[in-house]
């Protein structure tokens, strides 16, 4: 309930400073999945919600599963990111030769 409202509103923040240069610097796209992913997996909680049945608990597991796998993706990626970033900017890195 409550953490998909707070997520939605951060979505339109960032929508609405689509061309800030902090926007951009947060990578922009990996930043929307994220988002988006997160406010399923809040709303998730919301279809364990009545009795199960065998379809409704095959469709509620797979869904939890593939948001919160595609939440941890985007956090693993983004963090890869800024260690690739950091890293690159070392006076001996080989990273740099790459770009």
């Keep these: 309930g409550i953490f998909a409202l707070i997520n939605t509103v ?5 929508i609405r400073n689509d061309d ?7 990578n922009r ?6 988002l988006v992913a997160l406010m399923l997996c809040f709303l998730c909680a919301l279809l364990f919600i009545g009795q199960p049945d065998t379809l409704s608990c095959i469709i509620r597991q797979t869904v939890f599963g593939v948001t919160f796998t595609t939440c ?9 990111i800024v260690i690739l970033a950091f890293s690159a900017w070392k006076p001996s890195s080989t990273i740099r030769r790459w770009t």
């Design 10 to 14: 951060v979505i339109c923040i960032f």
């Design 72 to 80: 941890v993706s985007c956090i693993l990626a983004k963090t890869t």
């Design 20 to 26: 800030t240069a902090i926007v951009r610097a947060n």
């Design 29 to 34: 796209d990996l930043s929307y999945i994220l």
